[in-house]
């Protein structure tokens, strides 16, 4: 079914946008929470909120891309119950490291201070991110938005695991001038 249906079915309240949007989705959804949280059952239990969620912001929000709303949708559910299950220690999984490489290039994740600049950096890491080669750009996004392990990245792109790692330290060090060159205080 096409994603324009679904998304006009949200907006006529027809429950089949869910099934069809589990349906189409549900996989890709299903990876985004598992490699965050690496649980099977935590990670069902966001993609069913997802859709729920989804049913909540349609209307008035009209997602030009249902899968990338989706997936965002799952992915900021995932962190969420990631951070309240880890509030006390990490514990040292894939979605620590992950957290651990970004925080040498943007510290102060959770500082309140910085929340009001965070549309415009995210607008900075986009431009960043759009001047980079389709490798780099297509390995940054795997590992810091899909949380992918380094091995995964390096057997999708036919690379070893020491050229992606490498590749993203040296991507975070270009990100992390590229920042301060901008005014960002990291």
């Given at each position: 079914?096409?994603?324009?249906?679904i998304?006009?079915?949200?907006?006529?309240?027809?429950?089949?946008?869910?099934?069809?949007?589990a349906?189409?989705?549900?996989?890709y959804?299903?990876?985004?929470?598992?490699?965050?949280?690496?649980?099977?059952?935590?990670?069902?239990?966001?993609?069913n909120?997802?859709?729920?969620?989804?049913?909540?912001a349609?209307?008035p929000?009209?997602?030009?891309l249902?899968?990338?709303?989706?997936?965002?949708?799952?992915?900021?559910?995932?962190?969420d119950?990631?951070?309240?299950?880890?509030?006390?220690?990490?514990?040292?999984?894939?979605?620590?490291?992950?957290?651990?490489?970004?925080?040498?290039?943007?510290?102060?994740?959770d500082?309140?201070?910085?929340q009001?600049?965070?549309?415009?950096?995210?607008?900075?890491?986009?431009?960043?991110?759009?001047?980079?080669?389709?490798?780099?750009?297509?390995?940054?996004?795997?590992?810091?938005?899909?949380?992918?392990?380094i091995?995964?990245?390096?057997?999708?792109?036919?690379?070893?695991?020491?050229?992606?790692?490498?590749?993203?330290?040296?991507?975070?060090?270009?990100?992390?001038?590229?920042?301060t060159?901008?005014?960002?205080?990291?």
């Amino acid at each position: 079914m096409e994603d324009t249906h679904i998304v006009q079915m949200y907006w006529d309240r027809n429950e089949t946008a869910i099934s069809e949007s589990a349906m189409k989705y549900g996989t890709y959804c299903t990876s985004i929470a598992q490699n965050i949280l690496q649980n099977p059952a935590d990670a069902e239990e966001c993609v069913n909120d997802t859709w729920l969620h989804a049913w909540n912001a349609m209307p008035p929000h009209r997602p030009s891309l249902l899968s990338t709303f989706l997936g965002k949708i799952t992915r900021n559910l995932s962190f969420d119950l990631y951070r309240k299950m880890h509030r006390k220690k990490r514990g040292g999984s894939q979605m620590d490291a992950v957290l651990d490489e970004l925080e040498e290039c943007v510290s102060g994740k959770d500082d309140i201070e910085r929340q009001w600049e965070m549309k415009e950096l995210i607008a900075e890491i986009n431009q960043f991110l759009q001047k980079l080669p389709e490798e780099k750009r297509c390995m940054f996004v795997l590992r810091y938005w899909y949380v992918d392990s380094i091995g995964e990245i390096a057997e999708r792109l036919g690379r070893s695991e020491n050229y992606i790692s490498v590749s993203l330290n040296r991507i975070r060090g270009k990100l992390h001038t590229h920042l301060t060159e901008r005014g960002f205080e990291l």
